[in-house]
């Protein structure tokens, strides 16, 4: 609970009024919490009072950071048991930045009926990211399915197929490496997607740029790279940024210290939010997405 007198409410204030409620992850941890008979104790996290919009001490709160623009393509993120509890889980960056974010907890037994229906739905094309070198070569892909010309307001009797129109959704499972393949080779409703197999060169650019020698993606980073492959670079950027800042201001928080405000992912998350000012963007916004009303 957060305390009344401290120096980040007036941050969550912003941001409820800001925010279309809490997003799917959030509610998941939520409902995992709910459901669980002891407290959940992170190793090595900080103690304490957390905002709970994003996870960090009041005092290093970085929800008015938060970017918000338009995102066309969606996130489906299937979580391992404890995933959404753990205050370094990276799924939460991505449900912050791309407003259509769909959080299920996975259980090898029995399957959400809201993920049936969300995979089912003719609005979305469904990729299933993994690996390609672990799956049948047929199941592979390596771009998504052409989207046409982009026609953000479609005039009735100009309308483009249904099929072209079609928003990809990125199907990630957020995991640990061994979990992952575990969900990947258990769950039989996942079967018929295609797989998104993310390029070696792709992300070896990515480290390049941003000077990492990890061979591992964090699940932010991968929905960064999706995004970017979507052509929404814009919001591949924004992510990014988003995940250096939290990074940052997690870190000050832990060792006590103040954080910087103007590193340039700071810079970069505040063009972002002059951007979204922009009337135009705020009409194509409107048209394209319908934002997940307040739960
Ligand atoms: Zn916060």
Not at 15 to 43: E, M, N, T, Y
Not at 57 to 67: D, F, K, S, V, W
Not at 189 to 202: I, K, R
Request: net charge positive; aromatic share 6%.
């Amino acid at each position: 609970m957060t305390n009344q007198n401290h120096p980040g409410e007036d941050h969550e204030a912003a941001r409820l009024i800001d925010a279309p409620g809490p997003h799917a992850v959030s509610r998941l941890r939520a409902q995992r919490l709910a459901r669980s008979s002891k407290p959940f104790l992170a190793r090595g996290g900080m103690k304490g009072a957390r905002c709970p919009g994003c996870r960090i001490n009041p005092a290093h709160c970085i929800c008015r950071l938060q970017p918000r623009l338009p995102v066309r393509a969606g996130v489906c993120l299937l979580m391992a048991d404890i995933e959404a509890l753990k205050p370094s889980n990276t799924g939460w960056l991505i449900a912050d930045v791309v407003a259509d974010t769909f959080a299920f907890g996975w259980a090898r037994t029995d399957v959400d009926p809201a993920l049936l229906a969300l995979l089912a739905d003719p609005q979305w094309q469904p990729y299933l990211v993994f690996p390609g070198e672990f799956v049948a070569p047929d199941r592979v892909v390596h771009r998504l399915t052409p989207a046409g010309p982009a026609q953000p307001h479609p005039q009735p009797g100009n309308m483009e197929s249904p099929t072209l129109r079609r928003r990809p959704l990125f199907v990630l499972l957020d995991a640990t490496w061994p979990e992952a393949r575990k969900m990947f080779r258990k769950s039989p409703y996942l079967d018929a997607l295609p797989v998104l197999s993310l390029q070696p060169e792709q992300m070896s650019r990515y480290r390049l740029r941003r000077s990492r020698r990890e061979d591992h993606f964090c699940t932010s980073e991968v929905g960064a790279l999706c995004l970017e492959l979507a052509g929404e670079t814009q919001a591949a950027q924004a992510l990014e940024a988003w995940l250096d800042v939290y990074t940052h201001h997690y870190l000050q928080a832990k060792h006590q210290l103040p954080p910087e405000l103007n590193t340039p992912a700071h810079l970069a998350l505040q063009s972002v939010r002059v951007a979204r000012e922009v009337p135009e963007v705020r009409a194509l916004a409107a048209c394209q997405d319908t934002f997940e009303e307040a739960g």
